[in-house]
C-alpha cells in the first residue's frame, strides 16, 4: 500500500479524500521482530532494508529490530496475506541466517529498547517522548487497512468498529510475556503502547468537519503534527483514505494472520451492509470501550466484557462466537469462510494458554521464529485441557 499525507482543510477537503474505494478492500500490515541466534534483539533493520533496496513493501519501524512488511491493496484477505508471505521470504533470504525473523507482539525477554532506529523522525520522537518512546518500541502489531466506498458510509462504519476492537484484541492476544515474566496479561502489548499518548479508543464523529476540527486543533496547539500521531487502535487515515484497524497482536503464522484479517474485513462488510439497509450503527461511549480494552488485554478469549450493546457482562467466547455467526454470511469466497472458522478455533486454543505451555521463553522464540519464517501452518486443534462449552 502507499499513500502521502493529503492537505487536511475543512471537512469537505477531508471527506474527499476518504471517498475513494469503488469496493470493500483489505491492505495489511504486519511488524516482526528480529532477533540474533541467542534470541535476543537484533538491531539489524537499516541494514537489512538497504539489502532488500525494495519498492515499498518494507519499512522501518521505532524500533531497529523490527520490519513492517506491508500488502498491496486487495479484495480479500487472502491477497493480501499472499503478499506478505513472499515478504517474509524475501527478508528470510535477505537475513541469510545471521538473524531471525519472529512474529511476536513483545519480546518476551527485553524490556527497554537500548536504541531507536536511527532517521530524524525517529530521532525526534526519542527527544520528545524520552523513556515512553523506548518502552512503546518494543510493541509489534498488525494493521489492517480498509476501504469502505463512499466517505459518509466509511464514517459511520469507523464509528461503530471501535466498539468491536475489544472482541478482535482478545481473539487476537498473543503476548503474556514481558521482561522475563509472566506478565498474567494475555496480551501485554496494549501496556506498551500505552508509554505513549493518543492510544486506545479514539472519539466518534458526528461529521467530517469534527474530524477536520480535531486535525486542524493539533496542528495549531502543537498537540501532535497530523494523524499519523494519532496512534488509536482503530482509527481514520487520511493518506490512504481507509479505516486503520491497529489493535491486532503479530501473528507468527500466516494462517493466524489471514483469519484475524478476513474476520475484520467481514466485519466491516456486515457493518457496511446495516447501514445501506437503514439500520442505525451504533457508536459505543469511549470510556465503556475502554473498560472492555482493559477487560481484553488481561484475559483474552478466556474472560468476560461487557455487551456494549446490552451493558452487561457476558463471557467473551460468547460474544466473539456471536460476532462471527453474525458476519460469517458477509464472507464471499470459500477461504474467508475457512479463515472464520480458523478464527473461531481459537476460542478453544488461546494463544496464551499455548505459548505458557512452550516450555520457557527460549523455546517460545524458537518456535514462533520456526512458524514466521516456513509460513506455519495455524493451530487446528483445541489445547489438551479444554473443556468444551
Request: hydrophobic share 40%; proline share 5%; aromatic share 4%.
Amino acid at each position: 500500500m502507499s499513500g502521502v499525507c493529503v492537505g487536511l482543510g475543512h471537512g469537505d477537503a477531508l471527506r474527499s479524500s476518504f471517498d475513494r474505494a469503488e469496493t470493500c478492500t483489505i491492505g495489511v500490515e504486519e511488524e516482526l521482530l528480529l532477533v540474533d541466534r541467542c534470541h535476543s534483539l537484533s538491531p539489524v533493520a537499516d541494514q537489512l532494508l538497504t539489502a532488500l533496496a525494495d519498492d515499498g513493501r518494507f519499512h522501518p519501524e521505532l524500533s531497529p529490530s523490527q520490519i513492517e512488511i506491508v500488502s498491496g491493496i486487495h479484495s480479500d484477505a487472502a491477497g493480501a496475506v499472499s503478499d506478505l508471505v513472499q515478504g517474509r521470504r524475501l527478508v528470510v533470504d535477505a537475513l541469510n541466517g545471521e538473524a531471525r525473523l519472529v512474529g511476536l507482539a513483545a519480546h518476551p525477554v527485553c524490556d527497554l529498547l537500548p536504541a531507536v532506529s536511527p532517521g530524524s523522525r525517529y530521532a525526534a520522537i526519542e527527544q520528545r517522548y524520552r523513556w515512553a518512546a523506548r518502552r512503546a518500541g518494543l510493541a509489534a502489531g498488525m494493521h489492517i487497512h480498509l476501504g469502505v466506498p463512499g466517505a459518509d458510509r466509511l464514517l459511520a462504519v469507523y464509528n461503530a468498529l471501535r466498539g468491536l476492537m475489544p472482541p478482535i484484541a482478545a481473539l487476537a492476544a498473543s503476548a503474556p510475556f514481558f521482561a522475563g515474566r509472566d506478565s498474567g496479561l494475555a496480551s501485554v502489548r496494549p501496556k506498551l503502547c500505552d508509554a505513549l499518548p493518543r492510544q486506545g479508543v479514539g472519539p466518534a464523529f458526528a461529521s467530517w468537519d469534527d474530524v477536520a476540527g480535531l486535525l486542524a486543533w493539533g496542528a495549531r496547539s502543537g498537540a501532535f503534527l497530523d494523524h499519523t500521531e494519532l496512534w488509536w487502535e482503530c482509527r481514520l487515515h487520511p493518506g490512504f483514505g481507509t479505516i486503520e484497524v491497529r489493535v491486532p497482536d503479530a501473528q507468527s503464522s500466516t494462517d493466524e494472520v489471514e483469519a484475524l484479517a478476513t474476520v475484520v474485513h467481514c466485519m466491516v462488510r456486515w457493518l457496511a451492509a446495516r447501514h445501506d439497509a437503514g439500520q442505525p450503527l451504533p457508536a459505543h461511549a469511549s470510556l465503556a470501550i475502554s473498560e472492555n480494552r482493559w477487560r481484553a488485554a488481561t484475559d483474552g478469549v478466556e474472560g468476560e466484557l461487557i455487551d456494549l450493546d446490552r451493558m452487561r457482562t457476558a463471557r467473551t467466547r460468547d460474544l466473539i462466537d456471536q460476532l462471527l455467526d453474525q458476519i460469517a454470511e458477509h464472507a464471499q469466497t470459500g477461504a474467508e469462510t475457512r479463515a472464520l472458522e480458523r478464527a473461531r478455533r481459537r476460542l478453544d486454543s488461546p494463544h496464551p494458554r499455548r505459548q505458557r505451555a512452550t516450555g520457557g521463553l527460549e523455546a517460545l522464540i524458537a518456535e514462533s521464529a520456526d512458524l514466521t519464517e516456513n509460513g506455519g501452518r495455524a493451530y487446528d486443534q483445541p489445547a489438551a485441557g479444554r473443556e468444551s462449552s
